[in-house]
């Protein structure tokens, strides 16, 4: 049986400030198998977003098992934000897309 996803405390936060810049956020925290917490649509585009919190120690911000697996296997577009700014660079194109160095 799976267990609930865990939110990341600034979920919230990056959700809110998205929708403010006219994007639509799907929450896909709960699909699980290690699929990004968000799928987020702005300018015609999908973006895969897995949040993690920027104010929790780097050891506790890394991806879990499954996350790793779905990352690398993923031939397409997933980032990992750890702030609102950093979602907001994502979606406006000023931030590099695919980022291994988090795995």
């Known amino acids: 049986m799976r267990r609930a996803a865990k939110t990341d405390a600034n979920a ?25 917490d968000r799928v987020v649509g702005f300018g015609d585009k999908n973006f895969l977003l897995e949040y993690k919190d920027g104010k929790k120690y780097p050891s506790q911000r890394k991806l879990n098992s499954q ?3 779905w990352h690398e296997a993923w031939k397409g577009q997933v980032t990992i934000v750890h702030t609102p700014k950093e979602a907001l660079e994502v979606i406006f ?10 795995i």
């Open 12 to 36: 919230s936060a990056i959700d809110s400030v998205l929708i403010a810049a006219g994007a639509s956020v799907a929450k896909t925290d709960a699909v699980g198998s290690g699929f990004p």
């Open 93 to 102: 194109g000023l931030r590099i897309l695919k980022i291994k160095a988090d």
């Open 67 to 69: 996350q790793v697996k």
